[in-house]
């Protein structure tokens, strides 16, 4: 079985599986099960306010600004807040074509959904490759996507790949922020 390949039957159809059923099955299971259960990368949707600082947006109003000021596409919608408190697993949907790419996007046809208008249709995706000592590494690529994205708080220049580990901060657009999470990581976050 590719890394890509496995699909988890919880996941509704955006690819995201509630972090409460997670609880569960994380409570009900040794980490060593839950790991067996959930093999790949989780992406887990952090609220951008209390967990993750968008530089040179967290503050939207200037008391000494007299002026009208326009806010597009600085405050979030009310679309990122069907994900928080979600996660979705780096896996590839059943029939969806390029199996080494897990793409995450506003498109349905992703593998991963996020219909959110600052994403782009086909915003980036994540490849598995080999890693020394026999385990998985994972990067991310933007695929010129219109609002950017950003990994730990760092610009994403488009077309080139990111190594990802553990804990690392995605950014897609204005409004998603996602936290990589390996399985073992996730029992752990999931048992708090």
């Given at each position: ?7 988890c039957?919880d ?16 409570a ?80 349905a ?12 249709r086909v ?8 890693a ?53 990581s ?7």
């Amino acid at each position: 079985m590719s890394p890509t390949s496995w699909h988890c039957s919880d996941a509704n159809e955006d690819g995201f599986v509630s972090f409460e059923v997670l609880r569960k099955r994380a409570a009900a299971s040794t980490e060593e099960e839950f790991v067996r259960d959930f093999p790949v990368p989780a992406l887990l949707v952090l609220h951008r306010g209390e967990d993750f600082s968008v530089q040179g947006r967290e503050q939207l109003y200037d008391p000494n600004d007299r002026g009208f000021q326009l806010l597009t596409m600085t405050v979030p919608s009310s679309g990122i807040l069907r994900y928080l408190g979600k996660v979705a697993f780096l896996a590839k949907r059943p029939g969806n074509p390029f199996a080494h790419l897990v793409s995450i996007g506003r498109s349905a046809s992703n593998d991963i959904t996020v219909a959110v208008d600052s994403i782009s249709r086909v915003h980036g995706y994540f490849v598995a490759g080999d890693a020394a000592g026999g385990g998985r590494k994972w990067s991310f690529s933007d695929h010129g996507s219109t609002n950017g994205s950003r990994l730990d708080d760092r610009d994403v220049i488009s077309g080139q790949s990111y190594g990802l580990r553990d804990g690392t901060v995605l950014q897609l657009g204005f409004e998603a922020v996602l936290e990589l999470l390996m399985p073992e990581s996730l029992h752990r976050r999931a048992l708090k």
